[in-house]
């Protein structure tokens, strides 16, 4: 059910993946003031992005969940949150590897952005535990659904707060107007947002065909072995 | 609907007055802190960011507290098959225990506050008071939205104590950076901060944004 169209996907997403790496190290020039490590930015910004929508994604899937009562909704945002925490840690990962390189620490507090994401990680990261200490299904997609609709909100108000608290210090390659990016840099950005973003989906269905697959899988011998004892 | 969580407040708020749990242990809670932050810090007397900051973290800690027992009543006597069996509105029940959540927490400040003072504050505390108190309010009032969903979200999991302060805790960090940037001048001696009304706003769009999603999923909570 969720394997249509995984292969043409997977595809698509390993030439634009090739395709962005390219761009980004034989294209993109380098950044005038931070030179070669300002490259990681197409990898930093477009996964933080991706996995803030992720999170957001999830919380409108839990929507559907309790609006539906069909499980296979909550799977959705199970996987999706699932995948951006994935995704938060590269995101972390990356983010001090640039700060390190921009700044000279590994870890500035007075970055509103960076800030926030580890906010919003670390609440995601409560996920895992809150579901799986719920044993009974109904109830545990029910309460996973709350929780990633109060959290998808809580993503747009806890970047406003902290994004105030801070002075605004941010690497800002794309200002708030966005244009002060140059062309073949703006092109290089583009291709790795579309490619991280195609990353995600796959994998959000290969996880999801994975989960589908070993649930069939536990149906179908608990059939069989229903059917050795009668 | 409103008549209906009066009660469950009343009976909540006879059993807090009978048993004397939450409010005492949070009040005891918060002066120890306060002692912790003299001796952790090594000063005799904090102000400015400083104090704002360890007045507010001892606050939250000690409405996790008040959060973790919200329902903890029900739980262990088993009176949430009773609450739930009879035909009342979910969003009743959740008014109830965060109304009871924002009068523990006005309680707790009526004396945390001033014992801050006395501990910790070097500025004097009462100049402050006409701009602290509807921070305060504002800050009560988040809380006990987010607090009352939190505690039911955690009410069914195994590992309940765990669960509510690793959730509630990054749940209301806009609110801890909103709450100690209104205050910090305010314990700083400055009278009339310029910054205090995008605190105050983005204090209370964080009660208007956590009260209106409370109510659309708490319905989803805790029925069986």
């Known amino acids: ?230 | 609907m409103i008549r209906t969580a009066a009660t469950i407040l009343r009976k909540d708020l006879a059993i807090e007055l009978r048993t004397k749990e939450s409010v005492p242990a949070m009040t005891l809670f918060t002066v120890t802190v306060f002692v912790l932050f003299h001796f952790g810090l090594d000063r005799d007397a904090l102000e400015g960011s400083l104090a704002s900051g360890a007045l507010w973290v001892t606050l939250l800690l000690a409405a996790v507290i008040g959060v973790s027992r919200l329902f903890a009543v029900e739980r262990e006597q088993g009176g949430i098959d009773g609450l739930l069996l009879a035909p009342v509105d979910r969003t009743a029940l959740w008014l109830a225990k965060a109304a009871a959540l924002f009068l523990y927490l006005c309680v707790l400040e009526l004396v945390a506050v001033p014992a801050f003072a006395l501990f910790l504050l070097g500025p004097d505390l009462l100049p402050a008071l006409p701009i602290l108190i509807p921070v305060l309010l504002a800050a009560n009032l988040g809380l006990a939205a987010i607090g009352a969903l939190v505690s039911a979200l955690a009410a069914e999991t195994r590992a309940h104590e765990l669960i509510v302060p690793l959730l509630l805790l990054p749940l209301v960090m806009p609110l801890l950076i909103s709450a100690a940037s209104a205050t910090e001048p305010l314990l700083r001696g400055d009278q009339s901060p310029e910054d205090l009304g995008r605190w105050l706003g983005l204090l209370s769009l964080y009660d208007v944004v956590f009260v209106l999603i409370a109510v659309a999923v708490f319905d989803f909570l805790l029925d069986d």
């Open chain 1, 1 to 230: 059910m969720y394997s249509k169209g995984l292969k043409p996907l997977s595809i698509a997403t390993v030439v634009l993946m090739a395709a962005s790496l390219a761009l980004v190290f034989f294209y993109a020039p380098n950044d005038a003031d931070q030179g070669f490590v300002q490259k990681i930015f197409y990898v930093h910004v477009p996964l933080a992005i991706v996995a803030l929508c992720g999170f957001v994604a999830g919380g409108i899937m839990a929507i559907g969940y309790l609006r539906s009562g069909d499980r296979a909704w909550d799977a959705r945002s199970y996987v999706a949150i699932h995948m951006s925490i994935i995704f938060g840690v590269a995101v972390l990962i990356t983010g001090a590897i640039w700060a390190k390189a921009a700044w000279g620490h590994w870890w500035v507090w007075d970055e509103p952005v960076l800030v926030s994401f580890l906010v919003v990680f670390l609440l995601y990261c409560v996920y895992y535990p809150l579901r799986f200490s719920i044993e009974d299904p109904d109830r545990q997609a029910r309460y996973s659904s709350v929780f990633a609709i109060a959290a998808g909100a809580f993503v747009p108000i806890n970047f406003a707060a902290v994004r105030m608290a801070e002075a605004f210090t941010h690497p800002r390659v794309l200002s708030q107007t966005g244009g002060s990016m140059p062309g073949d840099m703006r092109l290089t950005f583009l291709v790795s947002i579309i490619a991280v973003t195609l990353l995600f989906v796959t994998l959000w269905k290969l996880e999801l065909t994975g989960k589908h697959a070993s649930m069939q899988l536990k149906r179908l011998r608990r059939r069989l072995e229903a059917e050795a004892t009668a």
